[in-house]
């Protein structure tokens, strides 16, 4: 292309290197729009599986929220489904993301248990709750519901074996991170469960109370 345009080249040359120039500029300011409009629908999906509003969580009803047409909707995400896992995906950066800095980050294994506990003692929003809550109906009854929303835990749940690995590590083994990290997944868990029903629990305590007593097990493994 850069050739045909430095020799002269025949005028359809010259034309169809201006064309491929022009194409090759114009690509990110449409992508961009479109990637604004994706973000629309999901910010849109997002608040109907939420319960914000009256209206059923449907494409059409996503469409109509974001502003754009049903047609556009149905041009970024094929079908309901797609519109689900693609959300499922969205909220992996304010649940799961965080976790894996806090264990991932340097540092011994207590340090790294003080921010996991300052993690998990944060209650979710209302409508991060009903989100998950929506979620966990919607992969009862669709099964690439399911599947995504369970390698999202099981991404969920690797955090906590890598946070006793980190405890192996230390002590140079006799530490089983599988058995101790889902542990102390399914306990947190449950406090989350707990906590989305406005109980009024010291999740610092039992967070603690949790991690020391799966500790303790290590340094009495006959208890």
């Known amino acids: 292309m850069a050739t045909g345009l430095a020799d002269g080249g025949s005028s359809a040359e010259r034309a169809g290197a201006v064309r491929g120039v022009v194409g090759a500029a114009r690509k990110p300011r ?11 629908l999901l910010t849109a999906a997002r608040s109907l599986l939420a319960g914000n509003g009256d209206a059923p969580f449907t494409t059409r ?25 693609a ?29 996991v506990v300052a993690l998990l003692t944060q209650p979710e929003t209302s409508d991060m709750s009903r989100l998950h809550s929506t979620l966990h109906w919607f992969s009862v009854n669709d ?3 399911r599947s995504a929303l369970a390698a999202e835990y099981a991404r969920w749940r690797v955090c906590f074996v890598e946070l006793f690995q980190v405890l192996a590590d230390e002590r140079g083994g006799g530490v ?11 306990g947190a868990d449950g ?12 999740a610092v305590a039992v967070v603690r109370a949790l991690v ?12």
């Open 30 to 40: 449409v992508s961009a729009k479109g990637e604004q409009t994706r973000a629309r």
């Open 61 to 85: 009803n996503v469409a109509a929220l974001s502003g754009v047409t049903h047609g556009m909707c149905h041009y970024h995400f094929k079908d309901r489904t797609d519109l689900i896992v």
């Open 87 to 115: 959300v499922i995906e969205d909220i992996r950066p304010e649940w799961i993301t965080p976790l894996e800095a806090a264990v991932r980050e340097p540092g011994s294994f207590a340090e790294r248990v003080e921010r």
């Open 143 to 145: 099964e690439r519901v």
């Open 176 to 186: 089983d991170a599988v058995a101790l990290g889902e542990a102390l997944a399914a």
């Open 191 to 202: 406090l989350a469960a707990i906590q989305s029903l406005g109980s009024d629990v010291d």
């Open 212 to 223: 020391h007593g799966l500790t303790a097990r290590v340094d009495r493994p006959g208890a």
